[in-house]
């Protein structure tokens, strides 16, 4: 399968401040990527889809302008929670769709994010 | 819209028995993937195993099959010889092939398999 990388493995930030996650394909390319959050003993909530080149489609619910996302290349997708606020604590997972034939989701080891 | 239906909450069983996790879904489409995901204490989620809706034949790998029934829109996953690394939260995922590929969760399943 594929290998995704997500860094960092953790963060601790204090209220207001912005944080980034990287989310990396190491061994496809993949056009399309996922974020999803998942809460304590919950499953996991899609957040927004990203696709390289253009602009990330957003699931009902979720705020645009706090989670920003770019899908910068064929391999790395970012996701930016803007204005980070102690709501925003949560592990967020992004997931690999390499396409071409590998229908099939792979998904980053996952960030903690704590804000204080 | 899809759903997927995880109505067991935990499941435990002893090591070496034989343990199955039940899974059911809705959908309209016609071609779909199918996937069995697990969640170990690490929080990462690994691939189990994945069914074509196309394909008739059960897709098995090594101690973990499935039976999917397609009519009746079911899905169970069977863990043979249960190991203590087996140990996890086991999800049931839906992907439609066509349109967006986003994968739909059902609400997981706590194994625990004891020594």
């Known amino acids: 399968g594929a290998v995704v990388s997500q860094h960092p493995s953790w963060v601790i930030c204090k209220s207001g401040t912005s944080v980034k996650i990287e989310c990396r394909s190491l061994?496809?390319?993949?056009?399309?990527m996922f974020w999803y959050r998942q809460f304590p003993k919950q499953s996991l909530m899609l957040m927004a889809t990203?696709?390289?080149?253009?602009?990330?489609?957003?699931e009902q619910g979720v705020e645009k302008d706090k989670f920003l996302i770019n899908h910068a290349s064929l391999t790395l997708s970012t996701l930016t929670v803007t204005s980070a606020h102690p709501e925003d604590s949560s592990f967020y997972i992004c997931?690999?769709?390499?396409?071409?034939?590998?229908?099939?989701?792979?998904f980053g080891p996952g960030t903690r994010l704590l804000v204080l | 819209a899809q759903t997927v239906t995880q109505s067991q909450p935990e499941m435990s069983v002893q090591e070496a028995e034989t343990v199955t996790l039940s899974c059911t879904y809705d959908?309209?489409?016609?071609?779909?993937?199918l996937f069995w995901y697990k969640q170990p204490p690490s929080r990462q989620m690994i691939l189990v195993i994945r069914?074509?809706?196309?394909?008739?034949q059960n897709a098995t790998e090594n101690r973990f099959s499935v039976n999917f029934q397609k009519a009746a829109k079911s899905f169970s996953l069977k863990i043979s010889d249960s190991q203590l690394g087996d140990t996890a939260m086991y999800f049931c995922?839906?992907?439609?092939?066509?349109?967006?590929?986003?994968?739909?969760f059902g609400q997981g399943t706590r194994l625990t398999i004891n020594p």
């Open positions: 995922a839906f992907m439609k092939l066509q349109g967006a590929q986003k994968l739909v």
């Open positions: 997931s690999v769709l390499p396409g071409q034939g590998v229908e099939t989701q792979y």
């Open positions: 061994d496809f390319q993949a056009t399309t």
């Open positions: 069914q074509e809706a196309y394909k008739q």
């Open positions: 990203s696709n390289e080149g253009s602009k990330a489609t957003y």
């Open positions: 959908t309209s489409e016609n071609n779909y993937y």
